[in-house]
């Protein structure tokens, strides 16, 4: 967190100065699909953008994802409701999920 009455915050990894909301603002918070991060956002945000690897994250309401364990490393996934398949970002196994009743999981190498 940062000190009481603080109108700005340093971040420690990559020394970007970020204006600090109003008291009582709502918070909300994700971690980063390209660096991961810990990102804190004002809730109701449509996305994020990291200060680190500026990657711009989704940034969705708890009742908007699901979650699946991976096909493959078994790694706990969460996804966008709707989806029809979920990558792993550990093992890059693509999970099927939702729409199809059929497992068709396919192996990708990246």
């Known amino acids: 967190m940062y000190p009481v009455g603080a109108t700005s915050v340093c971040c420690a990894v990559c020394n970007a100065v970020t204006a600090v909301p109003p008291p009582g603002t709502e918070m909300a918070q994700l971690v980063c699909g390209g660096c991961h991060t810990f990102l804190m956002y004002i809730r109701g945000a449509i996305s994020v953008q990291c200060s680190c690897c500026h990657t711009v994250n989704l940034a969705l309401e708890a009742n908007q994802v699901a979650h699946v364990n991976c096909g493959s490393c078994r790694m706990l996934l969460m996804y966008q409701y709707g989806?029809?398949?979920v990558k792993c970002a550990v093992c890059s196994f693509v999970t099927s999920v939702g729409g199809s009743?059929?497992?068709?999981?396919l192996k990708f190498n990246s």
């Not at 009743?101 to 999981?105: F, G």
């Open 101 to 105: 009743t059929s497992p068709t999981d």
């Open 83 to 85: 989806a029809r398949s």
